[in-house]
């Protein structure tokens, strides 16, 4: 039923969501690398003052093997109360979980037991397929005229990817998304300017370019992504395509400003195939145009052969590898995940063209393997992958796998499973640990863990129309 007066946790602002109350609650994609068992979604309880604080609270099976979820998002948010397309009475309560190796997409109700949610609608890969055009969905986002779902390949054949429209309210495939996508043919993220009518888009690969890992020949080829698409957002129109360099591969998560009036964000670029470096490029508008400039690099560290799984021996280094960027709702603060390495950093990118680091945290990483305090003992696989903020800024959630295929790779030995929780400085910067917030291993009942979600919206969750 619809509600008749706005959803609490839509907020007209950046600076309203801030001032929201804390979230209690975080949802966790988890999946059986092995397909021996049913992806599940968990449940983390992050209430700091519950006795169950940190651990895992609630769990959902999926009815199917083999979905591997991955990214996932709400069926409605603060874009709702947007005055262009406004549509004020859906409601957040629908998680939308894509399953990346399956194509299929599942609905999850979390409203009337937030920790008992139940799976209400599973598309089928055909659905998609054959009303959109599309396979392999990936990133979830609530616009103000449905749901927007990234997708990496085609039916039936391996492109274009691109976006397909479900409805706010019936979970039905629309159908895609663009209407003139002009020499578009990878795709990976898709985030906009949203009072601007602007979107933009980002590559990664098709589907046989990514399943199986990373394919040396096309990675040393400089074959995966690396440029950006900026659209005309209601006429679905591709406007522009700025190529960051052929070296640049793998031009993956956009992260624009929350703030309505500006229009620039950032985008993290998994490695350099010149020097093995990652970086982050800023995204500015100048004019009738976007340029973009590489503003972060991060170097790779040398490491003994020895030491390092098989596809990095003949380098001799451990590249950053970074995978994720999150903004602060304030857009004070760029977290980055260097998964290689085993870092993440966050940045004061208070102005955007300098970004100024002002903190670091090291977990796990392919050669250091640094432990959680709270496990000292512990030699930690995988390093900060997904990055989640919460609204305030205070909190930053970190998960460990990338993607099943490519954590074999880099960590052959075994990735493990872990969520941590570090606490943010609000005045300088500085990330340090929860002790007290550790689920791991076990905890997941034998899963990896990606995506996290934060009750009532987070960081990457939410678009706003008002300042």
């Known amino acids: 039923m619809p509600r008749f007066t706005p959803d609490p946790t839509f907020y007209p602002s950046p600076r309203d969501a801030a001032a929201a109350p804390v979230e209690k609650l975080a949802y966790v994609a988890a999946f059986a690398r092995p397909a021996d068992k049913p992806d599940a979604l968990a449940v983390l309880d992050v209430d700091e003052t519950s006795a169950s604080y940190g651990e895992v609270v609630g769990w959902t099976e999926l009815p199917n093997l083999g979905d591997e979820v991955h990214h996932f998002g709400w069926n409605a948010c603060s874009s709702a109360l947007c005055p262009t397309a406004a549509h004020p009475h859906v409601e957040r309560r629908y998680l939308v979980v894509p399953g990346i190796r399956s194509s299929r997409i599942y609905v999850i109700d979390t409203r009337d037991d937030p920790t008992s949610p139940r799976v209400v609608k599973v598309l089928e890969a055909d659905e998609l397929g054959k009303r959109a055009g599309y396979s392999r969905p990936h990133t979830v986002h609530c616009g103000p005229e449905g749901i927007y779902v990234s997708a990496l390949g085609g039916h039936g ?3 274009p990817g691109g976006v397909a429209i479900l409805d706010h309210t019936t979970f039905e495939v629309r159908g895609p998304w663009e209407a003139d996508r002009g020499d578009q043919y990878l795709a ?13 888009t980002s590559e990664w690969g098709t589907p046989s370019m990514i399943e199986n890992g990373v394919v040396p020949e096309l990675l040393l080829a400089n074959k995966y992504g690396h440029r950006l698409h900026f659209w005309d957002l209601r006429k679905r129109r591709n406007i522009q395509t700025v190529d960051l360099g052929a070296q640049h591969q793998m031009a993956l998560e ?18 350099s195939t010149e020097d093995l470096s990652a ?6 508008r100048e004019g009738s145009e976007f340029a973009v400039r590489k503003v972060i690099e991060i170097p790779a560290e040398p490491a003994d052969a020895a030491d390092l799984p098989p596809a990095l021996q003949p380098f001799g280094a451990v590249p950053p590898l970074v995978t994720d960027i999150d903004l602060s709702v304030d857009d004070r603060f760029l977290y980055v995940s260097a998964w290689g390495t085993g870092e993440l950093l966050q940045y004061d990118v208070t102005d955007p063209e300098h970004p100024r680091k002002t903190g670091s945290v090291r977990l796990g990483g392919v050669v250091r393997r640094t432990p959680h305090p709270a496990v000292p003992e512990l030699a930690l696989s995988g390093g900060p992958q997904m990055v989640e903020v919460s609204r305030d800024g205070a909190r930053v959630y970190v998960s ?8 074999d790779q880099f960590y052959p030995d075994g990735v493990g499973a872990w969520v ?11 990330l340090t640990p929860d002790e007290r ?4 291993d076990t905890d997941f009942r034998g899963r990896r863990v990606h995506q996290i979600r934060l009750q009532g919206g987070d960081a990457s969750s939410d678009s706003y129309c008002f300042p």
Do not use: C, M
């Open 437 to 440: 917030f550790f689920p791991h």
């Open 188 to 200: 990976y993220d898709l985030w906009w300017h949203i009072g601007h009518d602007v979107a933009v």
């Open 400 to 407: 460990n796998s990338l993607y099943g295929a490519w954590d």
């Open 157 to 159: 054949e391996e492109g």
């Open 420 to 430: 941590a929780k570090l606490d943010v400085d609000p005045r300088t910067g500085g």
């Open 254 to 271: 956009l992260r624009p400003a929350h703030d309505p009036r500006k229009q620039y964000g950032f985008v993290g670029v998994v490695v």
């Open 279 to 284: 970086s982050v490029w800023l995204w500015t």
